[in-house]
Structures are given as C-alpha cells and as structure tokens.
C-alpha cells in the first residue's frame, strides 16, 4: 500500500465527518441558499489569500532533508498566485459585494485554521503543511465540480460564479497526483506528520463549512 492510500484510509472518520457538514450536505442534495454561497465564498478569499505566502514560508524553512521540496513548493506557488481574485470575481458574478469581502474579516473557524497553518509552518515541521494540502486538494476533488453543478442547477446563477469552484475542481486532481508522489518520497517522520495533521486540518476545514449559514438571510 502507498503512503497516500494509507493517509486516505487512515482518515476516512475525518473525512466522512467533514462531508456530514449541513452546508456539504445541502449543496450535494440541491437545497443550498445562495446567503450560504456567498458565505462559502468569502470565508474561501480569507484562507485561500493565505495560501501563497504559506508556500513561500515552508519552502524558506524546509530542513535539509527536504531540500528536494524546494522545486515543488516553487511550483506550487506559481499556481497558486492570484486564486483569491477568482473567488472575488465569483462573488461579483453571483451578485454579492466584491470589494466588501474584500475589506472583511474572516469568521472565527477560518480564523483559526489559518493561524494553526502559521504557528504549523513558522514554529514546528513545515512538512506538516501537506496535511493541509491533502485535505483542501482533497475535499476540492472530491466535491468541487459535483457541488459547483447542483449550486448552479439550484441557485440559478451564471458560469462566471462557479469559476473558483470549476477550476479548483480539475487543478486539484492534477495536484492530487502530484501530492502523492510527494508524500511517498518522504521519510516516515514527516509522514507521520503529514497525517497528524490531515486528521486535524479535516476537524479546522469542517469546522468552516459547518458555521456556514443554511438559510437564507
């Protein structure tokens, strides 16, 4: 067995407690509100802003072995560079207030989730921010393009309001497959690591989806 099918068995508990989440549940079976997209939507700007400056602190701290991260995480980045004006460009697209979100603060559970990445990646093992990738690749995987055509189908809103959700959709499942080749090249410390906190990046992640409202406002 690969170390990436054993992070996905070993968190399925996690995994199916997130997916349980009523705003997971309510856009997969249709009954989604549009409040609750663009809640979606701007608590996604807040950690997804962070996103590019976390690559850039774990590749200034890999230790020496993991000097060969420097290339991926590097390539990472260039991907990654600009995804928060996608999502801005959906809320405009669905109606909400761009520049509003812009100026917001996150809610509580964004909040911090963003800081654990930070205290992760500035004070203990950086390789542990693939954890986190594993489970925001993974969940965007596995129900970005399946979510993003029952909003649309239920909340009535153009193309241009799914645009972070459609592209995150089919760029994941190529990182995914990168990621795994990552994770298989390295040693079983940082292994350990990376599920560690897979298993709690799956409880920060839920946690956002389940203070998003489900009603309309």
Known sequence: MTFFQHLIDATAAERAELRAAPAIVASLSGQATRTMYLAFLREAYHHVRHTTPLLMAVGARLPDRLAWLLRPVAEYIEEEIGHEEWILADIAAAGGDAEATRASRPGMAAEIMVAYA??????????????????????????????????????????????????????????TRHLAELLE???????????????????????????????EA
């Open 185 to 215: 090249r390295m040693d079983a410390d940082s292994q350990a690591e990376v599920l560690r906190q897979a298993r709690v990046f799956h409880k920060l992640y839920g946690d956002v989806f389940r203070g998003l409202p489900t009603a």
């Open 118 to 175: 930070w205290d992760l990646v500035s004070r203990r093992d950086p390789a542990g921010f693939f954890g986190m990738v594993f489970v925001l690749e993974g969940t965007s995987v596995d129900l970005a393009l399946g979510a993003a055509d029952r909003l649309q189908a239920s909340l009535g809103l153009p193309d241009a309001a799914f645009t972070y959700l459609r592209s995150h959709g089919t760029l994941d499942q190529a990182h």
